[in-house]
């Protein structure tokens, strides 16, 4: 059931980009693999949505539910229109901690001008979540630590926080 969703989402999603080219109206389509690689055995939560953009922006694939340790995701950004962007944000939630307005992808990011084709001889972008930290790596190298992922103890970090760090799950579930 799952996988005929997800299907008719993408199918859904390449009609209205043909419709749109059909007419004239440009759009660029961005492919990112999200990875959990955090150790604990749980898991973590991450809820998305597509913001920016016009009516395409609106048919993204994004994650949005639980994400097993060693799950994987594809997210699926559409921007439509000459100089127009997107972005996805989330909110994340691991082990009692929990981050809104976490910004995994941004159509304005250089590096993400190698998102735009998921089968090129590097593979798709990347967005790993590790140890302490979230980064988003492209095929052809570059890396951008996205941000440092908050745990209980919020030790010394060198980068800042991917998002806002939120005091409860009240919080993470009224973002």
């Known amino acids: 059931m799952a996988l005929g969703l997800a299907a008719a989402l993408t199918m ?26 955090l150790p604990a055995g749980a898991g973590m939560d991450l809820v998305c949505r597509a ?14 539910g639980h994400m097993p340790k060693g799950g994987r995701r594809v997210v699926e950004l559409l921007v439509d229109g000459e100089g127009r962007y997107a972005q996805v944000v989330c909110s994340w939630a691991y082990q009692g901690n929990y981050v809104g307005g976490m910004s995994l992808l941004d159509s304005r990011w250089p590096e993400a001008k190698g998102c735009r084709n998921p089968r090129a001889s590097g593979g798709m972008c990347r967005i ?33 926080y991917a998002g806002r760090v939120l005091r409860n799950a009240l919080e993470y579930f009224g973002v």
């Not at 209205?16 to 990112?32: H, K, M, P, Q, R």
């Not at 913001?51 to 949005?64: H, K, M, N, Q, Y």
């Open 12 to 37: 859904a999603s390449f009609l209205a980009v043909s419709a749109a080219a059909s007419e004239g109206l440009s759009t660029s389509t961005y492919y990112v693999a999200v990875e959990n690689k």
């Open 128 to 160: 790993v979540f590790e140890d302490d930290k979230v980064r988003f790596e492209a095929p052809g190298g570059g890396t951008r630590v996205i941000g440092d992922l908050s745990v209980k103890s919020y030790p010394d970090h060198p980068n800042p």
């Open 51 to 64: 913001l920016g953009g016009e009516l395409f922006t609106e048919w993204s694939v994004v994650p949005r």
